[in-house]
């Protein structure tokens, strides 16, 4: 008989668990179109791009971000080699 209560408990609570990973997921789902949206907004050539100055200056200026990011992340790497045990340290 005290086993009853506990099978409708547990169900209960299996259900709340599906609840809130649909929610989990529906929440998820939001944010990856709006993130998806940003990175094409971001992607996207500007109306103007029709110019050529309009565009060579956005191509340098993405190739400089791109070298940047690179470069921030060997640092970063080397940093945390440095860390744990690297002898010396590169510099790129």
Known sequence: MTSTPN???QLDA???LQENKQQIRRE???SKAKLKGKVQDFIAPSPDAHKRT???SRL?????AIYEGIR???SVISAFQS???RKRRRRF
């Open 7 to 9: 099978i409708s408990s």
């Open 14 to 16: 299996l259900k709340a």
């Open 28 to 30: 998820l789902n939001v």
């Open 54 to 56: 309009t565009r060579i």
């Open 60 to 64: 340098v200026s993405n190739g400089f």
């Open 72 to 74: 921030l992340g060997f």
């Open 83 to 85: 860390l744990f045990g």
